[in-house]
């Protein structure tokens, strides 16, 4: 049997659904779940979204957004939601153990559940899902959402809320259309949401335009005074707790300032570093299919992953013991 027709049987009876985000959740993991949700409950399933922590505000006025749920270790019935689920879909990474924080406990408490993955990151663990659609050149999950719910045969279910959350997905992971992975299909996909009503120009503004005066600062800051370049092709970033407290930091504030460093011509990888209260989270980019694999990057060095164009991961030393760590990783390339 076909994995479509495979997932076709599960959506066949009603069931309570939980689909699950990873930690700081993107534009990806939002409009994915937001979309897959929205289409799993106009078939008759009960459904519940969980992320580990909250989205930042970019993202909050994206439609449905309050479906949403943060989850906390501490609110037995949400674990509850999770631990009795019958299908759990892991969206948007593929780590259970690392990606999603606080929501592993209930999901790995969970022993019947169907699990089935839907994401585009490397190195998917399919020995651990009953169902993959696991598709790692894919520049979105939010992509093959469309495709799925397109191979279903439902796109005449796909209403101008699913349809502006699967573009937002696919805006926001692709660097507002910029990295190397933008294929046709992508463009033609784009070409129907448009023509279902989806209005780029809105949606653009809705998450790119929205900075807080203390985020621009603090962005012009980083900039104008943290920048380092560790050789003419690598820039970064380090930010300490303090300097984000001083600009009146708020989750979200940082994103898309490691892409900035990119632009600063023949550099071809860059990092961000910020200190938070658990540990230093790492952002890494590099350009082009020629430049740096910092997936491979994160995972060396830090024990992290992502694309071979975007990587993360989270460092428990110091933030100058990182930095060494990182420099040497740079040296070593
Ligand atoms: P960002 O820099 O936007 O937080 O993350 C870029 C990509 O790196 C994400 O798509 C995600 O796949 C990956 N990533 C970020 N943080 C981590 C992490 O702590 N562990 C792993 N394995 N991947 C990460
Ligand atoms: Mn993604």
Redesign the pocket.
């Known amino acids: 049997m076909s994995d479509i027709s495979k997932l076709r049987e599960i959506l066949r009876q009603p069931a309570k659904m939980v689909l699950i985000g990873?930690?700081?959740p993107?534009g990806?993991a939002v409009g994915s779940l937001l979309a897959w949700g929205e289409y799993l409950e106009r078939t008759g399933h009960e459904v519940a979204l969980f992320v580990p922590n909250d989205p930042p505000v970019f993202l909050r006025s994206m439609d449905g957004f309050a479906r949403l749920r943060s989850f906390r270790a501490d609110d037995r019935s949400a674990a509850e939601a999770v631990e009795k689920a019958e299908v759990i879909f892991a969206m948007?990474?593929n780590?259970t153990e690392?990606?999603i924080g606080a929501l592993s406990a209930p999901v790995e408490a969970n022993r019947t559940a169907c699990r089935v993955l839907i994401d585009h990151?490397l190195n998917p663990p399919k020995e651990r899902f009953d169902l993959c659609f696991s598709d790692t050149e894919a520049s979105s999950t939010a992509l093959i959402v469309y495709r799925l719910i397109r191979d279903l045969g439902d796109l005449a279910s796909l209403t101008l809320s699913m349809a502006k959350n699967i573009y937002v997905g696919m805006m926001t992971?692709t660097g507002n259309f910029s990295y190397g992975n933008l294929t046709g299909e992508l463009y033609r996909i784009i070409a129907d949401l448009v023509d279902r009503g989806v209005s780029p120009a809105e949606l653009n503004a809705q998450v790119f335009n929205v900075y807080s005066e203390w985020r621009m600062r603090l962005i012009g800051y980083a900039l104008h005074e943290k920048l380092t370049l560790l050789n003419p092709k690598t820039a970064y970033v380090a930010l300490s707790m303090a300097e984000l407290n001083r600009f009146h930091y708020r989750p979200g504030d940082t994103?898309g300032l490691?892409n900035m460093l990119l632009s600063i011509g023949g550099v071809g990888m860059s990092a961000?570093f910020t200190e938070t209260n658990e540990c230093i989270?790492?952002?890494?980019?590099s350009r082009g299919t020629e430049g740096v694999d910092?997936?491979r990057f994160?995972?060396t060095w830090?024990?992290?992953?992502?694309?071979k164009n975007?990587?993360?991961?989270?460092s428990f030393a110091t933030m100058e013991e990182t930095l060494r760590r990182f420099e040497e990783g740079v040296n070593a390339l």
Do not use: P
């Open positions: 990873h930690a700081n993107d990806d948007d990474f780590e690392t990606r990151h992971d994103e490691v961000l989270k790492i952002s890494l980019r910092v997936n994160a995972r830090f024990s992290g992953g992502g694309h975007a990587a993360g991961a989270k």
